[in-house]
């Protein structure tokens, strides 16, 4: 017996971050679907939105449309997002999808910052002083 819980689409999720530089994070995210697919409820298509908000949900850092197919629903699904870190590290984000046709079916991962190490920020580059060209004293170079 299928109950209506079972139809509502919600996916299991999975995120692994790494930073990429002191201000932009990678985020590799498995999407597994976690919901019985009936063609006359659900057609051939199920379309979803990936969200990456901040801490407060205020602002959204990624976005991305999700599409999935029937015959893909036992699958695992892998999404790659680049995203930018603030300077001073928020706790967490939060990664949702959000089905497009149905209501309260969204799914949310925070994805928490406590142990994630980001590079040094480097100093800008020293501005060049205004010296002599070597080429003109050297035989070898030609002018």
């Not at 969204?106 to 994630?116: A, D, G, Q, R, V």
């Amino acid at each position: 017996m299928i109950l209506v819980r079972d139809i509502v689409p919600v996916f299991r999720q999975q995120a692994q971050v790494q930073p990429i530089t002191c201000l932009l994070i990678h985020i590799d995210l498995t999407v597994i679907p976690d919901f019985h697919w009936d063609e006359k409820i659900h057609g051939t298509v199920e379309a979803f939105h990936i969200l990456v908000e901040g801490v407060d949900s205020k602002i959204v850092l990624f976005h991305d449309t999700f599409v999935l197919r029937q015959c893909y629903t036992e699958d695992e699904h892998n999404v790659t997002i680049t995203s930018p870190m603030f300077e001073l590290v928020p706790p967490n984000y939060y990664i949702s999808v959000v089905s497009d046709h149905w209501l309260h079916a969204e799914t949310c991962l925070p994805i928490s910052f406590k142990h994630l190490i980001l590079p040094e920020k480097f100093p800008p580059p020293m501005s060049l002083l205004n010296l002599r060209p070597l080429c003109k004293g050297l035989s070898f170079c030609s002018t």
